[in-house]
């Protein structure tokens, strides 16, 4: 019996991205057949996500899966649509269509809105970037784009790829014997600086290895095409393309409470949250300040673990405690990183050729990694 008193606790899963699957894929895990699993996702696949910075330099296409196979393996019921909004009393969710879901415990996992936050720049969509940047790596193997900028805005999504991007296009430009600057402008004290000083450094030394120029510290504003305006102090960068970071805002949760400027949904360590009984989140849509496919899924597994315990089963709940992983691509091998983060500063910070954890993958989470790793080798 769960604490409910049901025999099976109804557990709502809003999000079908990298917390929504490893939350039900702990569920399943840590409770078994106690939990009855209900996921609202709006798209119909997951999509390796961290690979698609590949795609517009011919490389193979990221990995997509089908949700409703994976909600088949794991036996849960697959609605197709958005959060529209939350009724806690009644413990029910209303989607954009007008469905009503009911649930026992609810995990929202829905994700960040990313937004255009630069007038005069190429702000990137994940969806897209193959379409986007197709031309652009055409226009600089040929010689016709000579000087570049990438940017960041100060309310920055998880800044990685931009690095990538960048090192990606220096190769191109170098194996065309095309000439190009690059410059990357952050708000960050140093280059991927949220993985301490130690990685940091190695970054920095492998983009100036890649004739990447890193402006830090600077906010910028993009005042007309072509122009890349640094603050503090007015310099201004003159560039004939400008490629930037979205900015992120929490996704729209009408009856969710919310004290975030930026609309992000406040958690406490456990990921319950506060003033909503049974209500937890995970991922990109919470307040924590550091956006990452791997505390997302951290996230998700310290909210299974008290879901589970709330149903019934024999789980002690533990705290969110956040660790991030990167695995640089662009250079001539990757460069893996690794931090231990206190808010979004690192207290330790390990970095090398070598990844010091397992599976190898862009997406380290306990239960989703291998098991998008075996469904990839089954293939």
Do not use: N
């Not at 014997?177 to 600086?193: H, Y």
């Not at 406040?266 to 990109?284: K, Q, S, T």
């Amino acid at each position: 019996m769960s604490a409910t008193g049901q025999s099976r606790l109804r557990v709502l899963i809003a999000g079908g991205g990298v917390a929504g699957l490893e939350a039900a894929l702990a569920l399943r895990d840590l409770a078994a057949d106690r939990v009855e699993i209900t996921m609202l996702a709006p798209e119909p696949e997951f999509v390796y996500r961290p690979l698609r910075v590949t795609e517009p330099f011919a490389s193979s296409r990221a990995r997509h899966y089908a949700l409703d196979e994976i909600a088949r393996e794991l036996e849960l019921e697959l609605v197709r649509g958005s959060f529209g909004s939350l009724d806690a009393a009644r413990r029910t969710v209303r989607t954009e269509a007008g469905a009503q879901l009911h649930y026992d415990a609810l995990l929202l996992a829905l994700g960040a809105r990313p937004q255009r936050r630069f007038a005069h720049a190429l702000t990137l969509d994940e969806r897209q970037l193959d379409e986007q940047l197709h031309g652009l790596v055409q226009d600089v193997e040929a010689g016709y784009v000579r000087k570049l900028a990438f940017i960041e805005p100060a309310q920055m999504p998880w800044p990685l790829p931009i690095y990538e991007l960048a090192l990606m296009t220096a190769r191109r430009a170098w194996e065309m014997s095309a000439e190009v600057s690059i410059t990357v402008v952050t708000p960050e004290e140093g280059p991927l600086a949220v993985f301490g000083a130690t990685a940091s450094e190695a970054v920095q030394g492998l983009l100036e290895e890649h004739g990447v120029l890193v402006i830090s510290s600077a906010h910028c504003e993009t005042p007309a095409p072509g122009q890349v305006a640094l603050g503090p102090g007015g310099r201004v960068l003159h560039v004939e393309r400008v490629v930037a970071l979205p900015e992120l805002a929490g996704p729209a949760t009408p009856g969710v409470p919310k004290h975030d400027l930026h609309g992000f949904i406040p958690i406490d360590d456990h990921c319950r949250v506060p003033g909503l009984e049974h209500v937890y989140a995970a991922g990109d849509a919470t307040e924590f300040p550091v956006k990452h496919g791997a505390l997302a899924a951290q996230q998700a597994d310290a909210a299974a673990a008290s879901i589970a315990a709330l149903a019934g089963a024999p789980v002690t709940p533990t705290p969110f405690e956040p660790v991030i992983y990167g695995t640089l691509l662009g250079g001539d091998r990757p460069l893996y990183m690794r931090a231990r983060l206190a808010g979004d500063r690192a207290l330790s910070s390990e970095v090398g050729d070598e990844p010091t954890w397992s599976p190898q993958a862009k997406i380290v989470a306990r239960y989703l990694a291998p098991y998008l790793e075996a469904r990839a080798a089954s293939r």
